[in-house]
């Protein structure tokens, strides 16, 4: 005979509602849905989805999926890769991704478009409940705590209300939930932008993640000229490339910038063979702003958990965000799974504290190091010295790399990582 008791409450339609089905979202419905909790998943668009993303996951990344269950072997689908190429100051260097005991030695590449249904499958399969076409405009309040949502379902925009003691904003940059109850974003905290288009390739089969720290515009091969940002090229192993750039809001030519004229630029001063030119695009140019480095806070209070891009979780260092986004699902649902296994009240809310505390302890320190880093090399001419006398030296672009993926052993690690866990220890928290 079950002994299993409801733990909804009347008028609850579930014990917690995620907002946003991307990594983050998915994640976390994951998580909380194994623990037995009843979820309630609420995404505005329907799967399959486009989404703009550069589809490469360094072994930071890989690592949140094995954590999750997923299956990373190439044999399941999955692209890998060895590490980055670095191009830049007449230079191009192949570096590994570190030997790590925490980090599994590779990355992976997949389309967005498959990967975010994938872990939203994941979800319902664990249990979660998913609601698609649904798209959550604001938290509903009560007696100055959020106690669910209020959304519009289906193609007719039907209005409709859910209710749940907690919620987790995994809604993406828009970041509707936190701004509906007054959680703005620190404007002094770095933002990027990126955009990406598809090509017909042959570099389409590629061991390394391809970056480039120089742009140039070489449409005037007498007069090339150096372009704000940095660019990628990811090899999706299936005759296309993702070739992306992204800019950082600490350069002064952030918002007065013509992106995809940008790309365009140096996209056509790359080699012809490449095949990188109008007649081989896939598809339009797409854009989406990155929140970095903890640009939304608290990422707890009074009901509504901020989880992923809406609570800035972008690493500042190199704009990664979907291992990051899933990492602090992971850290969420922990939090909530040990709240409401308590009381309400002051029992509960100490738990729920938790989750700010668990993400300055995992990412705080690291992220207040990306944020300098970010204004440094938003200066052009930082930029260039650096990469005209820090490229050269394969030593110091090792020790570059573990610092700007994240990739180091805080117990046991080699000097580098000493070096890294060192430098994050003496750095104040965000």
């Known amino acids: 005979m079950s002994t ?17 089905a991307g990594p983050a979202g998915s994640t976390a419905a994951t998580y909380l849905a194994r623990a037995g909790l009843d979820v309630l998943l609420l995404e505005k668009s329907t799967f399959p989805r486009e989404k703009v993303c550069g589809d490469g996951l ?42 790590l005991a925490t980090f599994p030695p ?10 975010d249904e994938m872990l939203a499958r994941t ?70 932008v990126a955009v990406r288009r598809y090509y017909a390739s042959p570099r389409s089969k590629d061991d ?96 509504l958990l901020l989880v992923g891009d809406a609570g800035g979780m972008v690493n500042p260092f190199n704009g990664e965000g979907i291992g990051y986004a899933m990492e602090s699902a992971r850290l969420a649902a922990e939090c909530v799974v040990q709240a409401l296994a308590r009381p309400e009240g002051p029992a509960r809310e100490r738990a729920l504290d938790g989750y700010p505390v668990a993400l300055k302890q995992a990412l705080g320190s690291y992220y207040r190091l990306g944020n300098v880093f970010s204004r440094l090399i938003g200066n052009p001419t930082v930029m260039g010295v650096a990469t005209k006398y820090g490229l050269p030296r394969k030593t110091l672009m090792k020790l570059v790399l573990k610092l700007l993926a994240g990739l180091y052993d805080p117990k046991d690690g080699d000097a580098y990582d000493r070096i890294i866990t060192a430098a994050t220890r003496v750095t104040p928290s965000l």
């Not at 590490?83 to 260097?93: E, H, K």
């Not at 590779?106 to 990967?115: H, I, L, M, S, W």
């Not at 959550?136 to 193609?155: C, D, F, I, L, Y």
């Not at 797409?286 to 009901?303: K, V």
């Open 4 to 20: 299993t008791v409801g733990r909804r409450k009347a008028g609850e339609d579930a014990e917690v509602i995620v907002v946003g």
């Open 123 to 192: 979800a319902q399969r664990a249990g979660a409940r998913l609601l698609e076409q649904t798209t959550v405009t604001e938290a509903v309040v009560a007696n100055g705590r959020v106690v669910g949502v209020a959304a519009k379902a289906g193609p007719d925009k039907t209005p409709v209300t859910y209710r749940a003691p907690l919620v987790l904003a995994c809604d993406g940059v828009s970041a509707r939930l936190a701004l509906s109850v007054g959680l703005d974003k620190i404007d002094s905290r770095p933002m990027g």
């Open 106 to 115: 590779y990355g992976v590449v997949r389309p967005r478009q498959d990967f």
């Open 58 to 99: 360094t072994p930071r990344g890989v690592k949140q999926l094995i954590d999750l269950g997923v299956d990373t072997r190439e044999e399941a689908g999955w692209l890998h890769n060895r590490g980055l190429r670095v191009v830049g100051g007449g230079i191009t260097m192949e570096l590994d991704w570190p030997d």
């Open 208 to 303: 390394y993640l391809e970056s480039h720290l120089e742009l140039w515009d070489r449409s005037d091969p007498e007069n090339p000229v150096l372009l704000p940002g940095y660019g990628w090229l990811f090899g999706m192993g299936d005759g296309t490339v993702n070739a992306g750039l992204g800019i950082l809001s600490t350069s002064s030519a952030f918002g007065s910038t013509d992106y995809r004229k940008l790309m365009r630029s140096w996209l056509d001063g790359t080699p012809e063979d490449w095949g990188f030119r109008e007649e081989n695009a896939i598809g339009k140019v797409g854009g989406a702003a990155l929140p970095m480095g903890f640009n939304r806070t608290p990422h707890y209070r009074a009901g």
